[in-house]
Each structure stands twice: as structure tokens, then as C-alpha cells.
């Protein structure tokens, strides 16, 4: 059991650095309303993921476009690759800190928290075969 978890993380980590990535941490945005925008673009090719998104009316659709937008401009300076060949490998969200910054308060003395969720998103691009 060992042995095969050992031989996928070495799998894992030797494919991670091959691949360009871009990621966004700590954005105030709910999980949750980003993984509706998310599940849309998953596999995906480069240049559909940015039609969709730019036709999006979501907010996460903006935050997200900027993502896969600077994903490819990563693959292109960084790589030498194509953004036209590239799809989307990887996209993965992922829940960030909550903050309890505020209270709404109701009737008979009692009070709620409010809580501003946040996602931390990656997008990893890969070369269609």
C-alpha cells in the first residue's frame, strides 16, 4: 500500500513541473457559486474556456476568465506552447480561509455571524493529443 502511494506522488511530482498553471488564492468568493462556473469549462479546450467564460454573467466567470487567461500566457512565455493546442486539464477549487468579520443581529437580543466564504482556484493546462 505504501509502495503505491509512493509511486504515484513520484508520478504525480515528476508531471507537476511539465505542465503550466496559474492559480488565485484567497479571492472572496463563495466555493460553492464558483464550482457552478467551474464544472462548465472543466476539459474544455483554451479557446472555448474563454468564449464561454467572457459570455458568462457570473462573477466567478470574470475571476475565473483571468485565471485561465493567465494560465496561457504562462504556457506561452514560459513553455513555448501554443495556447490554440491547449485544453483544461485541471481546474481546482478549493475552500479558503472564512472570515467572521460582521454580525447581523434579530429580534430578543439574539445574533447571527456573517461569514464571507473564499476559494483558492487553480487551472492547469495541458497539450491535446
Request: glycine share 6%.
Amino acid at each position: 500500500m505504501a509502495k503505491r502511494i509512493r509511486e504515484k506522488t513520484e508520478k504525480i511530482n515528476a508531471n507537476k513541473e511539465t505542465r503550466p498553471y496559474a492559480s488565485v488564492r484567497y479571492e472572496r468568493l463563495s466555493p460553492t457559486k464558483a464550482k457552478i462556473v467551474i464544472d462548465t469549462v472543466r476539459g474544455k479546450s483554451y479557446d472555448d474556456a474563454v468564449a464561454i467564460l467572457s459570455n458568462m454573467p457570473q462573477d466567478a466567470a470574470a475571476i475565473l476568465l483571468k485565471v485561465v487567461k493567465s494560465a496561457g500566457a504562462n504556457a506561452e512565455h514560459n513553455k513555448g506552447l501554443n495556447v490554440h493546442d491547449l485544453y483544461l486539464a485541471e481546474v481546482i477549487l478549493g475552500q479558503g480561509p472564512v472570515r467572521k468579520n460582521r454580525v447581523n443581529y434579530h429580534g430578543r437580543g439574539r445574533a447571527a455571524r456573517i461569514t464571507t466564504r473564499t476559494s483558492h482556484i487553480k487551472v492547469v493546462l495541458d497539450v491535446k493529443e
